[in-house]
């Protein structure tokens, strides 16, 4: 097709509008015929003024009465344009803010499609800002007027009808070219429109029916491209040959038996399907996810042990420091009276820090140490095993997609088990996740009492406090949370530094205090930490670098200050460090929080304490492209298609890669060339992965 081609080839478009295009991501007649409309008004039928109601969107066709503008009584730079119109049922006000340049086209009899919200103003019918388009030829105005009619994001320069008549000068030149690299087989299985049809019917569709059938097939498409080169890793890892571990030993029974506790019925389920994996000869590619608290780390070091027993070492990579040690100080223990045919297990410690790194390296590389624990530290390149066969990456979201791969690259083919602990559903995971098999312990040790959310404002915060110093007072523990933004670091720590003695000098006189901040020497950190766990501290005030992992069961309080600077499921993250014993916790809001999206993310917090809820409404709140950052920019591609309400059509596409790759993984039958061509142009690194194997 005119994938390549310019759309500066099209009749009105110079370099000044293509320039406009370029900065929306349009430069070729592809990419144009790809940018969606972002609604649609079905001009077939107006609604009648007479018919309207407050509160709902209509669109309306209406002549001017008379226009004019004032100046806002309480600034002056901002400008009100207000006009009167009418259709035969009705008369309506509307009011435009700071358009002044309006004014010059609202000249009384010309004819106007209003689009917006009804509302009551001084008990007559406005609306506030709505979207306007004037017909001034309306006998030769097929595109604008009597049909479904496309309503686009305009690129700088356009108007809606110039923007309309070109996508339609596009349609006309180049659909009839057009071919359609989904196979014929495929589509007919899944009742999928053809191409030309679809994007003329998600521009200008005759009929919603077929608008439905034209968004159905475009975002099958996109699911379906974004799944191949997911489901080809996922294909290509198989054929890899793995490890066979001896899953079944007396290590592992040793262990389990020597724990306080019994494994839920949840880790029992995902220990099985790792022992499966861990055991088949093909190479482990597990996502484990799991709400905070509900006990990952116990099931992955469990699958540490069953490398240990089968005769090789295992490395568990954190995203930090007083992580590393956290769980280096619990697996010692756990781990201390464990023999192994004759030995005891040895466990190291790696960090960017230590002076013994030099040690640890020999050490591994003679396999005298079993497992290493530890920070990026790991991923040096001095770091070199004698037999890796297991991986764990804990906390996974901290980490970028390249750092996780690195790891395994330290054994042959080893297992590798990630975890994370901010749940997403199901479809969710397969969208981002798709090469990778999905375990899910989907609850939480017996006798967790859920923690109690509060939210209260700055002036209410003593309340707050209170409640905190009744904690203190059973000789619990509490933690103070202060946020910490990257653009303002040096500031923020002075920020937390000043509250660290305020409080200490007044609400919190007699208790004592510890501050924590990402700007202190390791060495101090540690020494903090060690002093809050050992119930040398009372409080400790921290930024959010206690975010993951930390796991101190006596602490059953946490402020956190400033509740509004924080994201959803980085508060839920937070609120993970308490509530993990058998006591009843609180968690403490404060915050005035201004805007309607962090009223929304507080009141999610307080009325729920299940992280899977938590991440569904974190990411409608702020969507999927904004939920995982730029790190999984991938989603950000999906412009039609939704993993969330799109299941169906997702687990279609999803199939139908798999039953194309299995077939023909090189895409080189004739009916797969288009396709081929259409993948690397998107995933040119497709290229590399289907030369493999
Ligand atoms: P996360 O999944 O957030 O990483 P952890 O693995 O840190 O959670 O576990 C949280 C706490 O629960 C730890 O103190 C751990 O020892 C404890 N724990 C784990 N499994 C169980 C269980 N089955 N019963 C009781 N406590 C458990
Ligand atoms: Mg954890």
């Given at each position: 097709m005119a994938q390549n081609t310019s759309i500066q080839y099209l009749k009105g478009i110079g370099p000044k509008r293509a320039k406009s295009f370029a900065l929306r991501g349009i430069n070729t007649i592809e990419e144009l015929l790809y940018y969606f409309p972002r609604r649609y008004e079905d001009r077939t039928n107006f609604s009648n003024i007479s018919e309207l109601k407050e509160g709902d969107f209509y669109t309306i066709k209406t002549e001017v009465l008379s226009g004019g503008q004032r100046n806002s009584w309480r600034r002056r730079a901002f400008s009100i344009t207000e006009a009167a119109l009418a259709d035969k049922t009705g008369k309506i006000n509307c009011v435009w803010f700071n358009q002044p340049y309006l004014k010059e086209y609202l000249e009384t009899g010309a004819s106007l499609i209003l689009y917006g919200k009804v509302e009551m103003y001084n008990g007559r019918m406005q609306m506030n800002n709505p979207e306007f388009e004037f017909i001034d030829c309306e006998d030769d105005d097929s595109l604008n007027i009597g049909r479904i009619v496309p309503i686009y994001t305009l690129p700088q320069g356009f108007s809606q009808r110039s923007m309309r008549q070109l996508i339609k000068n596009a349609i006309d030149e180049f659909l009839p070219k057009i071919k359609d690299y989904l196979p014929f087989d495929l589509r007919s299985r899944n009742n999928l429109l053809n191409l030309a049809q679809s994007l003329l019917n998600i521009h200008f569709p005759q009929e919603l029916t077929l608008q439905k059938q034209a968004l159905m097939r475009l975002s099958f498409e996109e699911f379906f491209i974004f799944q191949l080169p997911l489901v080809l890793r996922k294909l290509r890892r198989k054929e890899k040959k793995g490890i066979r571990h001896a899953i079944d030993g007396k290590l592992i029974d040793d262990f389990i038996s020597g724990l306080p506790f019994k494994l839920t019925s949840a880790q029992q389920k995902v220990l099985e399907e790792i022992k499966t994996d861990m055991a088949s000869g093909q190479a482990m590619q597990r996502l484990l996810q799991g709400d905070v608290?509900?006990?990952k780390t116990v099931v992955a070091t469990l699958a540490c042990l069953i490398a240990i027993q089968s005769g090789y070492q295992a490395a568990f990579m954190v995203p930090t420091e007083i992580l590393a040690r956290q769980h280096y100080t619990k697996i010692t223990a756990q781990l201390a009276g464990l023999v192994f045919s004759g030995c005891k297990i040895r466990v190291g410690l790696l960090t960017g820090q230590d002076k013994e790194k030099e040690k640890i390296y020999q050490e591994v590389k003679e396999g005298e140490i079993n497992l290493v624990i530890g920070t990026h530290?790991?991923?040096?390149?001095e770091l070199r095993f004698k037999a890796l066969s297991f991986t764990v990456i804990d906390e996974q979201h901290k980490f970028g997609v390249g750092q996780r791969a690195?790891?395994?690259?330290?054994?042959?083919?080893p297992d590798v088990l990630i975890l994370t602990a901010t749940p997403i559903p199901r479809t969710l995971a397969i969208t981002l996740y798709g090469d990778l098999d999905i375990s899910v312990i989907n609850q939480l040790p017996a006798g967790r009492i859920p923690v109690k959310t509060l939210h209260f404002s700055q002036q209410g915060r003593e309340k707050g406090f209170t409640i905190a110093k009744e904690e203190l007072n059973y000789g619990r523990q509490a933690y103070i949370i202060y946020p910490v933004i990257e653009e303002s670091y040096a500031l923020d720590i002075a920020g937390a530094k000043k509250m660290f003695v305020e409080l200490r000098e007044g609400e919190f006189k007699g208790f004592r205090l510890g501050l924590i901040h990402g700007k202190l020497k390791a060495k101090e950190q540690q020494e903090i930490m060690l002093k809050f766990r050992n119930k040398e501290l009372d409080l400790l005030v921290s930024t959010t670098i206690l975010e993951v992992g930390i796991d101190i069961p006596n602490a059953t309080c946490m402020i956190v200050a400033y509740a509004e600077r924080f994201g959803l499921s980085q508060l839920h993250q937070l609120r993970g460090r308490i509530g993990r014993g058998n006591l009843q916790s609180f968690c403490i809001l404060i915050s005035d929080a201004q805007t309607e999206e962090s009223r929304a993310r507080l009141q999610a917090m307080v009325s729920s304490s299940d992280g899977f809820r938590i991440s569904e409404e974190d990411l409608k709140i702020r969507g999927p492209g904004e939920f995982f950052g730029n790190r999984q920019h991938g989603l950000a591609e999906l412009k039609l298609a939704n993993s969330l309400t799109q299941m169906q059509l997702l687990k279609a596409a999803r199939q139908e890669a798999i039953k194309l790759l299995s077939q023909d993984a090189r895409l080189e039958e004739r009916p797969h060339q288009l396709l081929k061509e259409k993948l690397l142009q998107r995933f040119p690194e497709y290229e590399k992965l289907m030369l493999v194997g």
């Open positions: 608290g509900s006990g530290a790991l991923l040096q390149e690195l790891l395994p690259k330290k054994g042959n083919n």
